[in-house]
């Protein structure tokens, strides 16, 4: 069984920026893809980025583009999203999501609030 923790979350004014950890309990962390999902109230989860294993160029929402970057550190079982600029509309929870084989893997979300 996998288990996924996310950090990072918190209250930001528009502009700020902030950072979201997930951290991995999978030994084979490191050949499996990674992605960051968010759902905001009374709308449906969506996927906000994706990263590989390998050296392919990560995948992004159009809306988060340009502003957000997910990376990995696979010595850590750790992947990041850093947010910059962010705006109210970002305000969401956000999922950290890990897919082996057949079998999908969830975090507990951590909530961003982008507000002044």
């Known amino acids: 069984q996998v288990q996924l923790v996310e950090s990072g979350g918190g209250l930001v004014q528009p502009g700020g920026s902030l950072r979201l950890s997930c951290s991995a309990s999978?030994?084979?962390?490191?050949?499996?893809?990674m992605a960051w999902y968010r759902q905001a109230p009374g709308k449906q989860r969506e996927l906000v980025t994706s990263i590989g294993s390998g050296s392919a160029s990560p995948n992004y929402a159009a809306s988060v583009k340009e502003r957000f970057t997910i990376s990995r550190d696979n010595g850590k079982n750790t992947v990041y999203l850093q947010m910059n600029s962010l705006k109210p509309e970002d305000t969401a929870v956000y999922y950290c999501?890990?897919?082996?084989?057949?079998?999908?893997?969830w975090g507990q979300g951590t909530q961003v609030t982008v507000s002044s």
């Open positions: 999978a030994r084979t962390f490191m050949i499996w893809p």
């Open positions: 999501n890990m897919k082996i084989t057949t079998s999908t893997y």
